[in-house]
């Protein structure tokens, strides 16, 4: 058996076999081959192989955008199986004596000339289509998948760490746990964790050997310990306390249906936070509230080009029909720092963090934004929405995006398209300067929403994804509690309501401290929303 430990991201026990994530890179540069039709069989494997994967993409976007923009996939699928796209590659690897990678791409590159020489500007877009399709068929000929999940039902998975963009192309029916050597416990793979309630440790400084793929892995994400090929004695310790863990959420539901309202009498909203729509079930199932926190950017970073205003407007629509009128505050695109989408063209940065990204994106590609606002504004309608944009630092800022909101709504109205006519806007309160001057922000909007994680780096000068510097990193420091505190004040001054979206939320040790600030929402992790219910009913803030 062997040990390791790390910093724990979810309190659960998960135990099953060991897969590793293998990040391969893409190759395209050309050899001479001996062999022309080994080649060609290589390519004929990759090609069935990245029409199997559409499918799936298929099947995932049915459920998530709907029909209309699913039909991408099935487009992708039948340029695959184009009869010039096919004799290209051939061609090129019989006639040259090109490997199968740099015959695909030269047919590629030459099919996406064609496309783009055309005056019908429809057929000007299968240029990036396929190129594409070609980019998929080169990274299962540099070497397969990330995970190969057909050997397993479900695996615990190990990494270095993983991007946003590489979480989103995860089965995560088919995920146990996670175990990162690196990361954070405020990444984007360990919110998805907490999300799905599995048993997740990050930065364990040590690198799986590829020896313990397939063996028994046990992830205690309470102690942030994870056993490798675990003893009897062990494994059978561990089975235990998850059969305790069972109990305890077993225990939790019996505050399900109830008010979260304290002993005497505070009452605050406990919403939940959803990545996607593939989260709206088991949001639906913690008995959350509402939703305080729907990030739009997965709409970006699943695509290989900006999403449709129609591909946003069905995503936006399902999670507020979803909601069956509760609220769902949808943040607007929050792309940039680690959230990365290549066809954005964002020039590199030094320290991404505090560069282009988020609202300042949205401000600077106008166009861009009033296409996810007209998404926004049509499914206001279905529901109760409010919108919400983020890393705001000033009153220009805000005045700005609502003001192209309004030009939005009236196009809307004069084009006879259905809006609601009141939409509420709020704000994320996730820099010091937004939380300093939120007494003049508080008469722009109608909500704040603190992002604590982003809050906490800015407060604290420390990049929350390095975590070289976990000891520095603190939360619970008295700075980042006072700007908490003083963007409560104004926020109520102004007579808005104030929630927090960020991972503090869900921690129990500081609830009490939130509702005698006067917090009004928590917005958490689906799987902490009944643990959160449980502790502000068995608080009493009129005790000391």
Not at 211 to 217: S, V
Not at 259 to 286: C, H, M
Not at 359 to 378: G, H, V
Not at 469 to 478: G, I, K, M, W, Y
Request: charged share 25%; net charge negative; glycine share 6%.
């Amino acid at each position: 058996m062997l040990t390791i430990t790390g910093k724990p991201v979810y309190g659960a026990i998960s135990i099953g076999p060991l897969a590793l994530f293998h990040r391969n890179t893409i190759s395209t540069a050309a050899r001479t081959i001996t062999d022309p039709e080994a080649e060609v069989l290589r390519f004929q494997s990759a090609r069935e192989e990245a029409a199997a994967q559409l499918g799936q993409l298929y099947e995932k976007a049915l459920e998530t955008v709907g029909e209309e923009d699913a039909a991408i996939f099935e487009i992708h699928q039948m340029m695959l199986e184009d009869d010039e796209y096919i004799e290209g590659v051939e061609g090129h690897i019989r006639e040259e004596m090109l490997n199968a990678e740099a015959a695909v791409d030269r047919t590629a590159q030459e099919l996406a000339a064609m496309f783009r020489g055309m005056d019908d500007e429809y057929m000007q877009g299968r240029a990036a289509d396929v190129l594409d399709i070609s980019r998929r068929v080169e990274q299962i000929l540099s070497g397969g998948p990330a995970i190969d999940f057909s050997q397993y039902d479900q695996v615990i998975l190990a990494a270095d760490d993983l991007a946003p963009s590489e979480t989103m192309q995860l089965d995560t029916k088919k995920i146990l746990g996670f175990v990162l050597s690196g990361g954070s416990a405020s990444s984007h793979t360990a919110i998805l964790a907490r999300n799905l309630g599995i048993a997740t440790v990050v930065n364990t400084g040590t690198q799986i050997h590829t020896d313990l793929e397939g063996k028994m892995a046990v992830v205690d994400g309470f102690t942030g310990t994870v056993y490798l090929d675990p003893d009897e004695a062990t494994l059978t310790a561990m089975q235990e306390k998850q059969k305790q863990a069972q109990a305890e959420r077993e225990r939790l539901e019996n505050v399900r249906g109830k008010e979260s309202v304290t002993q005497d009498g505070q009452k605050v909203l406990i919403y939940a936070n959803a990545g996607n729509p593939a989260d709206l079930p088991r949001v639906v199932a913690s008995d959350a509230e509402g939703i305080g926190l729907f990030r739009s950017e997965f709409l970006y970073l699943e695509n290989d080009d900006y999403p449709t205003e129609e591909q946003q407007f069905e995503a936006y629509k399902k999670a507020l029909t979803a909601m069956e009128g509760k609220r769902v505050v949808i943040r607007t695109m929050d792309i940039g720092a680690d959230k990365k989408a290549d066809y954005f063209d964002l020039d590199p940065e030094e320290n991404p963090a505090m560069g282009l990204r988020a609202i300042r994106i949205c401000l600077t590609r106008p166009e861009l934004f009033k296409t996810q606002l007209r998404a926004l504004c049509r499914a206001s309608v279905y529901g109760r929405l409010a919108i919400m944009f983020p890393m705001i630092i000033s009153v220009e800022e805000v005045r700005k995006a609502k003001a192209l909101l309004a030009e939005v709504m009236a196009r809307l109205k004069k084009e006879g398209i259905p809006c609601a006519e009141q939409i509420e806007t709020g704000i994320m309160i996730e820099t010091p300067a937004a939380a300093l001057v939120s007494d003049a922000l508080a008469e722009e909007v109608d909500f704040f929403s603190l992002g604590t994680n982003d809050l906490t780096q800015y407060t604290l000068a420390i990049d929350r994804q390095q975590t070289k510097l976990d000891a520095f990193f603190d939360p619970h420091h008295p700075a980042v509690l006072r700007l908490i505190e003083l963007t409560a004040k104004n926020a109520h001054k102004a007579g808005i309501w104030v929630g927090i979206c960020g991972e503090l939320g869900a921690d129990l040790s500081l609830t009490e401290a939130f509702l005698r600030m006067g917090i009004d929402e928590l917005s958490v992790s689906a799987t902490s929303v009944l643990p959160l219910r449980d502790k502000v009913r068995s608080l009493n803030l009129r005790k000391r």
